[in-house]
């Protein structure tokens, strides 16, 4: 097989990166290790930023979100002396859209079906060959065959376990990490969300989150130790703890049923430099992780995505080459930015098992200065809504 792109992994990046890329008349194929139900079963992002619902949109897949999505103008923030807004619309003229990543995903495996796009399902041993001279290719293995793709550019959007990202070899590829002593342990539910809009909690017992999918889905969060096992945790035992952690005005009426997906998610922050290696590029989370307090990882994948199909098309349609050297710089400093809020935002709203109580006066004075100060609170909304592309 021969294409122009090779893409490896079929999450959002992959999927976007090639409907953006087949739309400008680029050839690709998508190479995705798991089945398509598994991909779309996977509960994750919930909150897109606004420069990703414009990508979505241009797309071609924006019209369900349009009608199925809420727009958000503002968050809460709890702690123990009370709740407050910040009001996005009004800090940075800005709003989030919360639409599910499984309902992006879905939408855009639909609109690469009506392309009549090349996605294989369930392929093993992907390798990556040739990747720093002209003419690289792809091998793995399906129903028992071994298959090659030749191609002039591999695009990795494998995701943190992948196989791109090591592929570059250790004396090109510098890593740079932080590990934060506690994870999140997320509730899907059929029930009503508990408040209009987020309500991230700073509690003495630690940090929780009220989120949603649509009017009749309502995805939590709490902070618990990393020896924690899913097992442990009860339904009645994860709403008992939400309850406690969350104010009295949105625990009080909040409507509570069985889960429908729990699972506990580790948090770090992860950055892999360059985002280059020759002809292969790395895209969203096979380059870079976030922990899911500011709600920017599938956000950084859109950006990413962004600059890469910008440079890809620039290269194969135009022969204007340089454009893909500027992809790692252009992509790694919005990724930082992003870096440093989400770990701001994890700082500030999680109790870690070391804090003293220093730390935590610092916090609550950080806290309290953000519910007043109006600078403070365009700064976090300025973030939170996405930094331009
Ligand atoms: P993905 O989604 O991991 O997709 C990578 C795909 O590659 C496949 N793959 C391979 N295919 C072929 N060969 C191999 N060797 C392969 N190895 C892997 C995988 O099967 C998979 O299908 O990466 P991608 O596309 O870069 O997308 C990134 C996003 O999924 C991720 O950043 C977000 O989900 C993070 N995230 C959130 N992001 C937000 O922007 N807003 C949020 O509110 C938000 N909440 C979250 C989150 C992530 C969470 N978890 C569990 C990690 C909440 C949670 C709990
Ligand atoms: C979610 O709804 O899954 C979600 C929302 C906001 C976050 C993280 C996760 O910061």
Redesign the pocket.
């Given at each position: 097989m021969r294409t122009q792109v090779a893409i490896?992994?079929?999450?959002?990046?992959?999927l976007l990166l090639s409907q953006l890329l087949m739309r400008a008349g680029i050839d690709t194929v998508v190479?995705?290790?798991?089945s398509r139900d598994?991909?779309l079963a996977?509960?994750?992002?919930?909150?897109?930023e606004q420069g990703c619902v414009d990508l979505l949109r241009k797309a071609g897949v924006g019209a369900r979100m349009d009608r199925e999505g809420h727009s958000h103008d503002g968050t809460n923030l709890s702690t123990a002396h009370g709740m407050f807004r910040v009001n996005f619309k009004e800090r940075c003229g800005q709003s989030v859209m919360v639409y599910g990543?499984t309902e992006v995903t879905q939408d855009l495996y639909q609109a690469q079906d009506a392309l009549g796009a090349r996605i294989v399902h369930q392929?093993a041993n992907?390798e990556l060959h040739d990747v720093t001279g002209d003419h690289p290719f792809v091998t793995?293995d399906k129903d028992g065959q071994t298959h090659r793709i030749d191609c002039d550019y591999i695009a990795g959007?494998?995701?943190?376990?992948?196989?791109s990202r090591p592929t570059i070899p250790d004396t090109v590829r510098q890593d740079f990490e932080r590990v934060y002593p506690f994870g999140?342990l997320?509730v899907l539910s059929r029930t009503a969300p508990a408040a209009e809009e987020l309500v991230y909690a700073n509690h003495p017992r630690g940090f929780a989150l009220a989120?949603m999918r649509n009017a009749h889905l309502s995805r939590y969060?709490i902070q618990v130790p990393l020896s924690d096992r899913v097992e442990q945790w009860s339904d009645q035992a994860f709403w008992d703890e939400l309850r406690r952690r969350l104010p009295a005005e949105v625990a009080d009426p909040m409507e509570t049923g069985p889960a429908i997906e729990k699972?506990i998610?580790p948090l770090r922050s992860f950055v892999s430099e360059p985002m280059q290696w020759g002809r292969l590029f790395l895209?969203?989370?096979?380059a870079h992780?976030?922990p899911?307090t500011g709600?920017?990882?599938?956000?950084?994948?859109a950006s990413d995505v962004h600059y890469l199909h910008e440079a890809l098309r620039a290269a194969v349609l135009d022969g204007d080459r340089a454009a893909l050297g500027q992809y790692g710089p252009r992509a790694l400093t919005r990724v930082w930015a992003a870096m440093r809020f989400s770990w701001w935002m994890t700082t500030l709203m999680h109790r870690f098992p070391d804090q003293t109580e220093f730390d935590q006066k610092i916090q609550e004075a950080e806290l309290h200065q953000l519910e007043w100060m109006v600078s403070a609170q365009e700064t976090m909304a300025r973030n939170y809504v996405g930094l331009p592309y």
């Open positions: 490896i992994g079929g999450g959002p990046s992959g190479l995705e290790r798991q598994y991909v996977r509960i994750r992002a919930g909150v897109l990543q392929v992907v793995y959007c494998d995701g943190f376990h992948g196989v999140w997320g989120s969060y699972s998610a895209v969203g989370d096979a992780i976030v899911p709600a920017k990882g599938l956000n950084l994948a």
